[in-house]
């Protein structure tokens, strides 16, 4: 079975200083896993995956398979980076197009 | 780009109605997903479909859930009747195939 643990359901900081958002999974194969991102009144929209290895919007996240981990990153936040964060994880082989989410941190960013 | 269109965007009804979902996805994405999304939960997959073809409906609840893909494209995700229980927020997503999930913005269900 795949599961995902994001331990954090609030996360709360001031503009300009690191932030990291915790995300746990289990999975017994090699998962790929993505960070989606809800901000207010918009629609669930994918942040990054760690195929990409990219940064989006200062974003990053390393996938730690020994820790079986992918933490989002960021150095210094900022107010318009509030919102709801959902890791997931999409399994190979015969389930590779379910995606199962974890609970979701919601971040926010003060002035 | 439109991106996934989904109606109503709000819907109250009272427990023991029907309701209906509609789903539009991105042009020319073959694979379609119904996700239900309870209050401090991510998104549940329902169903997926491969063009018409329902290839997964494993966590669909058949009693009172149906869902159809006619041609290919638009989809239809009902509830009859409905309950208490089932109040949460249906997402529909597509794709080209396994690749990336696109969202649409979600139909909020409410049953009184």
């Known amino acids: 079975a795949q599961r995902v643990t994001q331990p954090e359901k609030l996360l709360s900081v001031f503009k300009g200083a690191p932030v990291e958002l915790k995300c746990n999974y289990s999975?017994?194969?090699?998962?790929?896993l993505f960070w989606y991102v809800q901000y207010s009144r918009q629609r669930l929209q994918l942040l990054l995956r760690h195929i990409s290895r990219e940064s989006i919007k200062g974003f990053t996240a390393d996938l730690n398979k020994g820790e079986t981990s992918f933490h989002l990153k960021k150095p210094f936040a900022q107010e318009e980076d509030s919102a709801m964060y959902y890791c997931a994880l999409q399994g190979s082989g015969g389930s590779n197009y379910k995606l199962t989410f974890g609970k979701g941190t919601l971040l926010t960013v003060n002035p | 780009e439109a991106g996934v269109v989904q109606s109503p965007r709000y819907k109250i009804i009272e427990k023991k109605q029907p309701v209906a979902f509609w789903c539009n996805p991105i042009s020319g994405h073959n694979t379609l997903y119904w996700y239900r999304q309870n209050l401090g939960q991510g998104p549940e997959l329902l169903i997926r479909?491969?063009?018409?073809?329902?290839?997964?409906d494993s966590q669909l609840p058949k009693d009172r859930f149906s869902a159809e893909r006619l041609k290919g494209v638009d989809s239809t995700l009902k509830i009859q009747p409905a309950e208490l229980g089932d109040s949460a927020v249906y997402l529909c997503a597509s794709s080209q195939f396994s690749k990336t999930q696109y969202f649409g913005p979600g139909t909020r269900l409410l049953v009184l």
């Open positions: 479909y491969e063009n018409e073809e329902a290839v997964d």
């Open positions: 999975y017994s194969g090699s998962p790929e």
